[in-house]
Each structure stands twice: as C-alpha cells, then as structure tokens.
C-alpha cells in the first residue's frame, strides 16, 4: 500500500489536471508559451502516474482495469471481475 501522502498529492494532481484543461488548450491552440508556464507544475497531465485504485501501487498497472496485478489477481479469483476468469489449458 503507497503512503497517505503519495495517494492525496495523486489525486490532488488529477483535479488540477482537470481544473486547467480546458485553459491550457486554449493556451496551446494560441501558441502562448509563457501563458502556459505560469499555470501550476502540477496542471499538466505529464505529471499524472498511473496508480492503482485501491492500494495506490503505481508499478504493475493494468490500464483497462485502473488496478495492480496483485489486486487484479485477488478479485479476479475471487469472480468480483465481471468477464474475467483464471485461464487454463
């Protein structure tokens, strides 16, 4: 499980990313250079990392589910995924 801390400034990140979005395109299509590097560091989306919804871990990342594969493997056996099941062969 990642710190409180690292979790909180995540998500802190995404609302920026969201609050600016739409300044920052404008700002872009402008091409207005020094406009875009007074909005906050944290507004742009390159900041982001990908992290697990539940624990927070940012490595091992499935994208099509928004979790680690430890916590995917968990729900998956467990038959909490909807469409997923162990394979074998």
Same mark, same amino acid.
């Given at each position: *499980?990642?710190?409180? =801390?690292?979790?909180?400034?995540?998500?802190?990140?995404? %609302?920026?990313?969201?609050? /600016?979005?739409?300044? #920052? @395109?404008? +700002?872009?299509?402008?091409?207005?250079?020094? !406009?875009?590097?007074?909005?906050?560091?944290? =507004? =742009?989306?390159? %900041?982001? #990392?990908? %992290?697990? *919804? +539940? $624990?927070? #871990?940012? #490595?091992?990342?499935? &994208? &099509? /589910? !928004? +979790?680690? &594969?430890?916590? /995917? &493997?968990? +729900?998956?056996?467990?038959? @909490?995924?909807?469409?997923? %099941?162990? $394979? =074998?062969?």
């Amino acid at each position: *499980m990642a710190k409180k =801390s690292i979790i909180a400034r995540q998500t802190k990140r995404v %609302r920026l990313v969201a609050k /600016f979005a739409a300044k #920052r @395109k404008a +700002l872009k299509e402008a091409g207005d250079y020094l !406009g875009l590097a007074l909005l906050p560091k944290n =507004s =742009s989306p390159v %900041r982001l #990392r990908n %992290r697990c *919804m +539940l $624990t927070g #871990r940012p #490595r091992g990342y499935i &994208r &099509r /589910f !928004g +979790l680690c &594969r430890v916590k /995917f &493997r968990d +729900l998956a056996l467990a038959g @909490k995924i909807p469409g997923v %099941r162990k $394979t =074998s062969w």
